[in-house]
């Protein structure tokens, strides 16, 4: 399997590092930008529009790019090395897969023509607070207590979302919510529309959420009526999952360089710490873990880019697991190897464990992931016990 990027794959690449570095690879830049509403930077975002990175997944009828997973990856690989804080993933990735997933042409054309350009944000309104009646089971992809209904013909919701990444700052939310007649639909609500009430606040990662409550909130309704939208969800969340292990790659990277760095440069009883053999391990530990997370991921985006639809929401599981163990093991130790300086808000490695632990989290943990393969168990014929490998082939 070639893991190797092509020539255009470089160059984007190296084009969307060299525009991250200019905006936040002086790090005290991106502490400013996160300390301030709506937690970064519109002139970031209007450039990363103009570079036609917020319209990179779509067709190119309805105003996008046209690229895969692979390309994805890469951008969210590169903003991740930086902690960029635009919503890239959220927005773009997920709330703006969605529309392209599930919404009319029409829809598309509209939604996804505006968040190409640069000129709207979207967010996803999704998890649903804790405490809930129902089945409240994180990371599921159907609503439960946010419900849809429509007396009169028009589409009315009501309930809590929480928390919803960016839906403060967002222009336009896409809900999701339990139907009349069962299953779970998907619908457009202006974020300052009526019915619409928003509470932000920050995140431990220097990012933004928000508690968003509909309160018989005028929506319209995403794609066709009477369609069940939990499978387009499971997808959608798949490709964005994969995003994240990208973005998460790129900050893994750069905590293994600042701990090497760390490790040469800094000195106890007269000689640099990289003398002590532990200490090396140690790294090498890390490294093993970074190019384990790295050959998961790329795999996970050569599988979203093959259309197997069926295979996806698997290999981002997998996919999933593997940085998720990855991301705790370096982030842990960097901060370890590092010493105290390592708990600052003003120092860099912390700032990168908090985003790893943030991304853990958004699609599901790796205890989630280790749940959802293991049920799956059952349906392989043969399993290794060492690599955890098993085909389906043999099975039938």
């Given at each position: ?42 002139k970031v975002w209007t450039q990363l529009a103009e570079m036609g990175l917020l319209g990179l997944p779509f067709p190119e009828e309805v105003g996008g790019v046209g690229a895969g997973p692979v390309e994805v990856g890469i951008v969210a690989a590169e903003l991740g090395r930086v902690l960029a804080p635009e919503p890239f993933l959220t927005s773009v990735v997920l709330a703006g897969g969605l529309v392209a997933a599930a919404g009319t042409p029409e829809q598309q054309a509209d939604v996804l023509g505006r968040l190409s ?280």
């Amino acid at each position: 399997m070639d893991f190797t990027y092509d020539d255009e794959q470089v160059a984007l690449r190296d084009a969307v590092r060299g525009l991250a570095t200019r905006a936040y690879g002086d790090f005290e830049q991106r502490r400013r930008v996160v300390a301030e509403d709506p937690g970064f930077s519109e002139k970031v975002w209007t450039q990363l529009a103009e570079m036609g990175l917020l319209g990179l997944p779509f067709p190119e009828e309805v105003g996008g790019v046209g690229a895969g997973p692979v390309e994805v990856g890469i951008v969210a690989a590169e903003l991740g090395r930086v902690l960029a804080p635009e919503p890239f993933l959220t927005s773009v990735v997920l709330a703006g897969g969605l529309v392209a997933a599930a919404g009319t042409p029409e829809q598309q054309a509209d939604v996804l023509g505006r968040l190409s350009a640069g000129e709207a944000v979207l967010a996803f309104a999704h998890h649903e607070p804790w405490g809930s009646p129902g089945p409240a089971a994180r990371w599921s992809p159907t609503a439960t207590t946010v419900t849809a209904s429509d007396p009169d013909g028009t589409w009315l919701l009501g309930g809590v979302k929480e928390p919803v990444a960016h839906g403060l700052r967002a222009d336009l939310l896409v809900v999701s919510a339990a139907l009349p007649a069962g299953g779970t639909g998907l619908f457009l609500v202006p974020g300052d529309g009526p019915g619409v009430s928003r509470t932000g606040y920050s995140t431990y990662d220097g990012g933004r959420a928000a508690r968003v409550a509909f309160d018989g909130a005028p929506a319209i309704r995403l794609g066709a009526p009477g369609v069940d939208q939990s499978a387009t969800i499971v997808a959608a969340a798949a490709q964005a999952r994969v995003a994240a292990c990208h973005e998460a790659l790129g900050a893994m990277e750069v905590a293994l360089s600042a701990t090497t760095d760390y490790l040469r440069t800094r000195k106890q009883f007269g000689v640099p710490l990289a003398t002590f053999q532990s200490l090396t391990f140690r790294a090498a530990d890390m490294y093993v873990s970074l190019e384990m997370a790295r050959s998961a991921t790329l795999w996970a985006a050569m599988v979203l880019a093959s259309g197997d639809r069926e295979r996806a929401a698997e290999a981002a599981s997998r996919a999933g697991l593997q940085v998720s163990r990855s991301g705790r093991h370096i982030g842990q130790e960097a901060i370890q190897l590092h010493g105290g300086i390592a708990m600052t808000a003003e120092y860099l490695v912390g700032n990168l464990t908090a985003r790893l632990t943030a991304l853990d989290h958004l699609l599901g943990d790796g205890h989630h992931h280790l749940t959802t393969l293991a049920a799956g168990v059952g349906d392989y014929g043969a399993l290794d016990p060492l690599t955890g490998r098993g085909s389906k082939e043999e099975h039938a």
